[in-house]
């Protein structure tokens, strides 16, 4: 499952991962991504993960849709 966070930080996008990740979930975290992408934001990610249960293979999938489309170079690092 893959939960959105409020962290206090409007510009990150912050999610909490416990148990199983589904598709539909990880096409919902992406969709995110898209959307700051496209306002031409860095993306500033805040990732908690409680748990692992699994990744369904269609959300692997997605993943590398994900990173084949638009890469890395969108991601901030910052500490």
């Given at each position: 499952?893959?939960?959105?966070?409020?962290?206090?930080?409007?510009?990150?996008?912050?999610?909490?991962?416990?148990?199983?990740?589904?598709?539909?979930e990880i096409?919902?975290?992406?969709?995110?991504?898209?959307?700051?992408?496209?306002?031409?934001?860095?993306?500033?990610?805040?990732?908690?993960?409680?748990?692992?249960?699994?990744?369904?293979?269609?959300?692997?999938?997605?993943k590398f849709?994900?990173?084949?489309?638009?890469?890395?170079?969108?991601?901030?690092?910052?500490?």
């Amino acid at each position: 499952m893959i939960e959105m966070v409020d962290i206090g930080f409007d510009k990150a996008v912050a999610y909490r991962i416990e148990g199983k990740v589904t598709e539909e979930e990880i096409t919902s975290i992406f969709a995110k991504f898209k959307e700051k992408i496209k306002k031409g934001e860095k993306l500033i990610l805040y990732q908690e993960i409680t748990s692992i249960g699994g990744v369904e293979f269609d959300a692997v999938v997605e993943k590398f849709k994900f990173l084949f489309d638009f890469g890395i170079s969108h991601f901030s690092n910052s500490t």
